[in-house]
Nanobody
């Protein structure tokens, strides 16, 4: 059974950092492009960052460019999101996504940026 499990969320002060992890199981991780999305209360889910199946060129939302970094370790079947200089507007539930001929979603992890 295909599964994505996010971890690493929590409460952090503005300007702080967090690293999210997404562990994959039950499918051919190496064949899937991976991405992180987020959804804040009352807002639609939005793409934060994406990375192709074998790494290389990454893509970021304008709101996180220069602050967030997506990476993947195909040997560990894990994708990461390093988040620096966090702002209150980064507060959201962050979801991991795997995409090839189908889309697989994780359950999400809460990130709260507040003093």
């Amino acid at each position: 059974q295909a599964q994505l499990v996010e971890s690493g969320g929590g409460l952090v002060q503005p300007g702080g950092s967090l690293t999210l992890s997404c562990a994959a199981s039950g499918f051919a991780f190496n064949s899937y492009a991976m991405s992180w999305h987020r959804q804040a209360p009352g807002k639609e889910r939005e793409l934060v960052a994406s990375i192709p199946s074998f790494g290389g060129s990454t893509n970021y939302a304008d709101s996180v460019k220069g602050r967030f970094t997506i990476s993947r370790d195909n040997a560990k079947k894990t994708v990461y999101l390093q988040m620096n200089s966090l702002k209150p507007e980064d507060t959201a539930v962050y979801y991991c996504n795997a995409k090839w001929y189908r889309a697989i979603w994780g359950q999400g992890t809460q990130v709260t940026v507040s003093s």
